[in-house]
């Protein structure tokens, strides 16, 4: 029991252990990724995408790392476009994962370079760090399950070493290698990731394809009190080619409705204060906001909290957490969707 324990003390408590269940939760999903891998179960969503698309997405999801540990992400590629097969997410994760471990590897506020070049038929990805870098000894064996360097930084950041293992698995997935490279103990590293560009059939369709996905970019905005899920979905959208806005409550959603404008809005039914079903009778109230698809992206998934949010001005209900294939059709064309 926590009686008579001040509230500064429950606080800092809640927030601990609110930390290390999601980072359990990080580490089962990551466990449950490499089985996946391993064990064959895992299929690749592959298409033609263009690479900036990859590394904007990566970038906007590391940045909140990179913020609070004050470094500065330098990227360098080429002007012309370079499209490879790949599936977008999981493409994501890993340039994800390695800006991830480069802030987290290095100590004092730096520079961390990714560049992207293109060399015969495949595209060359860089990420460079000027931080602790890795033991010759430990180098040959970094993509190894469990694998992480003894410094007291790495046991500090935490993690089981799962992360380059997944990365790597990804990579030979995608027809691709990937590398280690490092002068040494606290002399900075570099991951290479080299990756076959798409045929020309598949580039000169993406080509095509690329007017058609210009004019599906869609503008979502996305409520949720709970900040891992609200980014989560962000991300996913993000890396669809999608326009996105987070807010954490009622009345900030009422406001971005107004100034950001979006063309979709998934909304949170749990929200402290003001309910989601509030603020979609709200936001149907308003002629501003005539045509604005709201879905319910929810845990409520009971018949009653279908009714009631149909009720409020939902235009769809979604339960927690989405399939994916449902979401990404429900906002690329939410004229043809057909809730399942």
């Known amino acids: 029991s926590m009686e008579g324990v001040d509230d500064a003390t429950v606080d800092e408590t809640t927030a601990m252990m609110q930390r290390q269940v999601t980072h ?7 466990l449950l990724d490499v089985s996946r ?18 590394i904007r997405a990566a970038a906007e999801e ?38 991830t471990n480069a802030a987290k ?20 990805i860089h990420v460079r760090d000027p931080g602790v ?11 190894n399950l469990f694998v992480q360097a003894d410094t007291s930084l790495a046991r500090s950041e935490g993690g089981l070493g799962i992360g380059l293992t997944l990365t790597k698995r990804l990579v030979e997935l995608h027809g691709g290698t990937i590398r280690a ?9 570099e991951f290479t990731v080299s990756l076959p560009t798409s045929t020309h059939a598949a580039a ?37 080619g999608h326009d996105v806005h987070i807010v954490y409550n009622g009345p900030a959603a009422i ?16 929200l402290p204060g003001m309910s989601g079903y509030e603020v979609a009778r709200t936001l149907r109230s308003d002629p501003l906001h005539q045509g604005v698809l709201i879905t319910a992206l929810t845990g409520y998934g009971q018949a009653e909290d279908r009714a009631r949010s149909h009720a409020a001005g939902f235009d769809y209900h979604l339960t927690k957490p989405p399939d994916m294939n449902v979401l990404e059709k429900l906002v690329k064309s939410p004229e043809s969707f057909v809730a399942g």
């Not at 540990?69 to 490879?84: A, F």
């Not at 490279?181 to 606290?186: L, T, V, Y």
């Not at 369709?205 to 869609?218: I, L, N, V, Y």
């Open 24 to 30: 359990l939760v990080q580490l089962v999903d990551d």
């Open 37 to 54: 891998i391993v064990t064959g179960k895992i299929s690749l969503r592959k298409e033609p995408i263009e690479i900036s698309q990859v």
């Open 62 to 99: 590391v940045q909140p790392v990179l913020d609070a540990r004050g470094h500065e992400l330098m990227v360098s590629m080429p002007q012309k476009t370079i499209v490879v097969d790949a599936d977008v997410v999981r493409l994501t994760q890993v340039l994800t994962n390695l800006l």
């Open 105 to 124: 590897y290095t100590p004092t506020p730096s520079q961390i370079w990714l560049t992207v070049e293109r060399d015969d038929g495949h595209v060359v």
């Open 133 to 143: 870098g890795i033991s010759a000894e430990l180098l040959p064996d970094v993509f």
């Open 181 to 189: 490279a490092s002068e040494g103990a606290n002399r900075g590293s």
């Open 204 to 240: 000169a369709r993406h080509e095509h394809g690329g007017q058609e996905a210009a004019r599906t970019k869609r503008r979502v905005l996305v409520v949720d009190d709970n900040v891992d899920a609200a980014i989560t979905v962000a991300s996913l959208l993000k890396a669809w």
């Open 255 to 270: 406001d971005a409705a107004r100034t950001y404008r979006p063309e979709i809005v998934l909304l949170d039914i749990g």
